[in-house]
T-cell receptor
Framework: SQQGEEDPQALSIQEGENATMNCSYKTSINNLQWYRQNSGRGLVHLIL?????REKHSGRLRVTLDTSKKSSSLLITASRAADTASYFC????????????FGKGTLLTVNP | DAGITQSPRHKVTETGTPVTLRCHQTENHRYMYWYRQDPGHGLRLIHYSYGVKDTDKGEVSDGYSVSRSKTEDFLLTLESATSSQTSVYFCATESRLDTEAFFGQGTRLTVV
């Protein structure tokens, strides 16, 4: 079964608002990553957070990691219509023999 | 797209025929992955490779085989295609385990 599960499955907001997506996972991890996918395209890496980190920032992105709850959140501030995409979390589980596994994704729609 | 090329980009094949998808990378990345993406399931790992001739199964490997005879190429073979294997297939590469993965543009496979 998939390691990560994103929540919510779909999110619709207005331009300028913040968007928060959550990811829960099942087993201990080495790191957790967030990816973005525009419709019909491949995935693009956004940010990586290691298991010993609690928060990381990259531009308008803020990622938190709570290993005790096995969860992560991705915050996109001041959203733009161009942020409309699906967002996936991916985990590199400890003892997984190099497997990078993804959740089902959150579809974010930012309305102009 | 970090020098990852998937071929073909689109294919329609008949049930029962063998199909081979190719992933070619120019980045000299050690790790390579094959995923399938289906509505409601997100990305699911089929097979992965952690070096030349070193491969292992992912979560949905039944009906698929892979080969990696050189660093730059990772082949995915559907031994006898079935309609349930209609999907979009993505290849990804990773230089090290704690770095980002790079994705190809995907192959849309339809089995009729």
């Amino acid at each position: 079964s998939q390691q990560g599960e994103e929540d919510p499955q779909a999110l619709s907001i207005q331009e300028g608002e913040n968007a928060t997506m959550n990811c829960s996972y099942k087993t201990s991890i080495n790191n957790l990553q967030w990816y973005r996918q525009n419709s019909g395209r491949g995935l693009v890496h956004l940010i990586l957070i290691r298991s010993n980190e609690r928060e990381k920032h990259s531009g308008r992105l803020r990622v938190t990691l709570d290993t005790s709850k096995k969860s992560s959140s991705l915050l996109i501030t001041a959203s733009r219509a161009a942020d409309t995409a699906s967002y996936f979390c991916a985990t590199d589980a400890k003892g997984s023999n190099y497997k990078l596994t993804f959740g089902k994704g959150t579809l974010l729609t930012v309305n102009p | 797209d970090a020098g990852i090329t998937q071929s073909p980009r689109h294919k329609v094949t008949e049930t029962g025929t063998p199909v081979t998808l190719r992933c070619h990378q120019t980045e000299n990345h050690r790790y390579m992955y094959w995923y399938r993406q289906d509505p409601g399931h997100g990305l699911r790992l089929i097979h992965y490779s952690y070096g030349v001739k070193d491969t292992d199964k992912g979560e949905v490997s039944d009906g698929y085989s892979v080969s990696r005879s050189k660093t730059e190429d990772f082949l995915l073979t559907l031994e006898s295609a079935t309609s349930s294997q209609t999907s979009v297939y993505f290849c990804a590469t990773e230089s090290r385990l704690d770095t980002e993965a790079f994705f190809g543009q995907g192959t849309r496979l339809t089995v009729v």
